[in-house]
């Protein structure tokens, strides 16, 4: 079975008005940044967008942004993006903000399909609100449902034709729970192998968890923060 693609475009092809979607990265590490841009690229609006962050203003989740593609996101962190942040302040756009842990849970628990946990981080706060609690062993637990999506956008360093991905250092971040919790997952690759290339025992997410497979031609892995020391 070959779920190679011959470009981003083709792959984001199918993807309708009003879609949820998972985006990997942590920052500007790891992101599907040519997904991203072919998403921009057709035109698709009234995206559900579940992503750690939203990186910076000009690049990965940025532009979608900018052009007002982003009807809801689901985030842990508003962090280095502007433009996120004033359409957050403004109430131009819907934002759910989930602790990182239990953001990472969530998605874990809908590929392994848990119908929900209880977790004691954000009892007691406005997380809570609407949650069913309960005590367990003296401290207080809320209940989290599990966090699907439509389609996941991932970033892997190296995969074969057969969907099965290698993560490379922190790109291995959100990536490999998302590609287990949406319904369709795209991958974009630095390096594509024939089947049998990649060791068994070194492949982090199965090919039966990944639709199509794209080779991205280069990757900027630009750097969000540099800091420097005198």
């Known amino acids: 079975m070959n ?35 072919a998403l921009h690229r057709r035109g698709t609006k009234d995206l559900t967008v579940i992503s750690n962050n939203a990186g910076i203003d000009q690049f990965g989740v940025g532009p979608l942004l900018h052009s007002r593609r982003i009807r809801k996101m689901i985030a842990t962190y508003v962090g280095e993006n502007k433009e996120f942040e004033r359409q957050f302040l403004a109430k131009e756009i819907e ?12 998605m874990r ?37 599990p966090l699907h999506a439509d389609f996941a956008f991932v970033k892997a360093w190296r995969g074969d034709r ?9 790109s291995r971040n959100f990536n490999p729970v998302m590609a287990t919790a949406a ?13 049998g290339q990649l060791d068994p025992d070194g492949i982090h997410t199965p090919g039966i968890f990944v639709k199509h497979i794209v080779r991205g031609p280069s990757y900027d892995k630009r750097i969000e923060k540099r800091v420097t020391r005198g």
Do not use: W
């Open 3 to 37: 779920k190679v693609l011959a470009t981003a475009d083709e792959a984001v092809a199918a993807i309708h008005d009003g879609a949820s979607i998972m985006m990997g990265g942590f920052g500007l590490c790891g992101i599907p940044e040519h997904l991203i841009a």
């Open 183 to 195: 319904r369709h997952t795209v991958a974009e690759v630095e390096e594509l192998v024939e089947a």
């Open 162 to 170: 057969l969907g099965n991905l290698v993560y490379r250092k922190t």
């Open 95 to 106: 934002v759910e903000l989930v602790p990182q842990g239990t953001f990472s849970e969530r």
């Open 109 to 145: 628990a809908a590929g392994a399909g848990i119908g929900g946990f209880f977790t004691p981080t954000g009892a007691g706060t406005l997380i809570a609100e609407g949650k069913e609690s309960r005590v367990i062993n003296g401290r207080t637990y809320i209940l989290e449902a």
